[in-house]
């Protein structure tokens, strides 16, 4: 399986940059296209698509987010953070089955 | 617009089945995906299996000897069947629509998920 990796916690003050990065054990670019997405969780809910295939845009998401990386290495950056951004951030790989998610980036503010 | 909805008992007891039910709207199961993804309290995503739009079925290998996923196209629900259950196996169960082949299989819209404890 395909192992993603996240740092637990990222303290950022508003209105500044924050960077989360995810890296996994196995490439996962295939074909020009980089299998890898990113998700929102808020406490009490589900999980929201933010970006897919590692820098697209999921409808609806404000352009604050962005994603970006290739390879084993990826980023998704808020910039600037609001309030409303404190949530977990997920990334996801879809190279290979089973498709698994990294253990979450839990965004606090400073 | 596109909507899923998880549903099914909120207990089950250690070596009984579970079994739960995503209700679909706005979306056709004979052209789109739906995954099975859960996650233990305060812990993370694990991702189950997916039904295809085809009707072909993939799982995680870590469960697939316990997990079964089928559908109901004329209902537009998705069913999820899982046997042993044990305590390691309470979490919140969410269905989600997932992009298919041509996109890059990530899920694109989520249920609000359903709790389920395993205990006697």
């Known amino acids: 399986d395909i192992v993603l990796t996240q740092s637990p916690a990222l303290a950022v003050s508003l209105g500044q940059r924050a960077t989360i990065s995810c890296k996994t054990n196995?490439?996962?670019?295939?074909?020009?296209?980089?299998?890898m997405h990113w998700y929102q969780q808020k406490p009490g809910q589900q999980p929201k698509l933010l970006i897919y295939l590692a820098s697209n845009l999921a409808s609806g998401i404000p352009a604050r987010f962005s994603g970006r990386g290739s390879g084993t290495d990826f980023t998704l950056t808020i910039d600037p953070v609001e309030a409303d951004d404190t949530a977990t951030y997920y990334c996801?790989?879809?190279?290979?089955?089973?498709?698994?998610f990294g253990g979450g980036t839990k965004l606090e503010l400073k | 617009q596109v909507q899923l909805k998880e549903s099914g008992p909120g207990l089950v007891q250690p070596s009984q089945t579970l079994s739960l039910t995503c209700t679909v709207s706005g979306l056709s199961l004979t052209s789109n995906s739906v995954s099975w993804i859960r996650q233990p309290p305060g812990k993370g995503l694990e991702w189950m299996g997916v039904i295809w739009s085809n009707g072909g079925t993939d799982y995680n290998s870590a469960i697939k000897s316990r997990l079964s996923i089928s559908r109901d196209t004329s209902k537009s629900q998705v069913f999820l069947k899982m046997n042993s259950l044990q305590t390691e196996d309470t979490a919140m169960y969410f269905c989600?629509?997932?992009?298919?082949?041509?996109?890059?299989?990530?899920?694109?819209?989520w249920g609000q998920g359903v709790m389920v404890t395993v205990s006697s």
């Open positions: 196995q490439n996962v670019d295939y074909y020009g296209n980089s299998y």
């Open positions: 996801q790989q879809s190279r290979n089955l089973p498709w698994t």
């Open positions: 989600a629509r997932t992009r298919g082949y041509y996109d890059g299989y990530y899920h694109v819209h």
